[in-house]
């Protein structure tokens, strides 16, 4: 269940940045801003006045934080050069969106935000890669991240699927639940964690088939998955998401375990 393109340079990213991961993007979009539009308003202290997405995708997070703080200036950053030209296509005052890779230095700091949603699940380094992040920000600055604790379903279907993807990931050294070891990791060097919580989120049977049938029509054909599942098995997991986004929605079909980690610099004086 990814919202990202492939943030950084060393890194595949599975789920593609063709013309159907932009539309997945976009309904993914529709069904987690309002969860995350709650978090990043939830944040206290100051209100930032430069942000960084980082790995904004088509930049519907990027939109999302420039509604959530009127005044701030925000930088989307990706390395999906064709998701920055759609996200840029929309232009926007206190937006720019930037081809860049944020493994590296990000551009255009210090920042008093660095946000990323559905992005450390796919890095196999992403404790590295948010340690980096700490040269980036400003006096009082934060990183805010959400990423899957745990995923809960009673739909057949869905728990085959999720289960293809947990370890599809887990043999590029990535993890679909990373936000477990988010929750445990207590090594931040220059930072001091300032907020940590899990958010529930219910997503309806119909988008989250819908979802997750763009996904596999991206990935079923990558080398791990035809090596290590037969085509008919692979024809029925698509005909049977399929079945499922045509079906009435059920509203409890499937449970998002959101962990939302705000770490701050350790000179950082919160209200």
Request: with cysteine; aromatic share 8%.
């Amino acid at each position: 269940m990814m919202s990202r393109s492939a943030a950084t340079k060393d890194a595949i990213y599975q789920f593609g940045d063709s013309e159907l991961a932009a539309e997945r993007l976009g309904l993914l979009a529709e069904v987690f801003a309002p969860s995350s539009a709650e978090f990043l308003a939830g944040l206290g202290g100051r209100s930032p006045v430069r942000i960084l997405d980082a790995g904004c995708g088509c930049g519907h997070t990027t939109r999302l934080l420039a509604e959530v703080f009127p005044t701030a200036l925000v930088a989307g950053v990706d390395t999906s050069a064709a998701f920055i030209q759609r996200a840029a296509s929309s232009p926007h005052e206190r937006i720019q969106f930037l081809e860049a890779d944020v493994s590296g230095d990000l551009p255009g700091g210090p920042y008093d935000l660095v946000y990323a949603r559905y992005l450390l699940t796919h890095l196999p380094r992403a404790f590295e890669l948010v340690q980096s992040w700490a040269k980036a920000l400003a006096p009082n600055g934060r990183i805010a991240l959400e990423e899957n604790e745990w995923i809960e379903t009673d739909e057949a279907v869905f728990s085959k699927y999720l289960a293809i993807v947990e370890r599809m990931l887990a043999m590029a050294g990535k993890d679909l639940y990373i936000g477990r070891r988010l929750a445990e990791h207590r090594d931040w060097d220059g930072l001091t964690v300032a907020d940590s919580e899990v958010c529930r989120v219910a997503v309806d049977s119909a988008r989250t088939a819908q979802i997750f049938l763009m996904n596999f029509r991206t990935w079923r054909h990558q080398e791990y998955v035809r090596e290590h599942h037969r085509a008919s098995e692979l024809d029925a997991l698509a005909r049977e998401l399929g079945r499922v986004a045509t079906l009435p929605p059920r509203p409890q079909a499937i449970l998002f375990g959101h962990r939302r980690l705000v770490l701050a610099r350790e000179d950082a004086k919160l209200d």
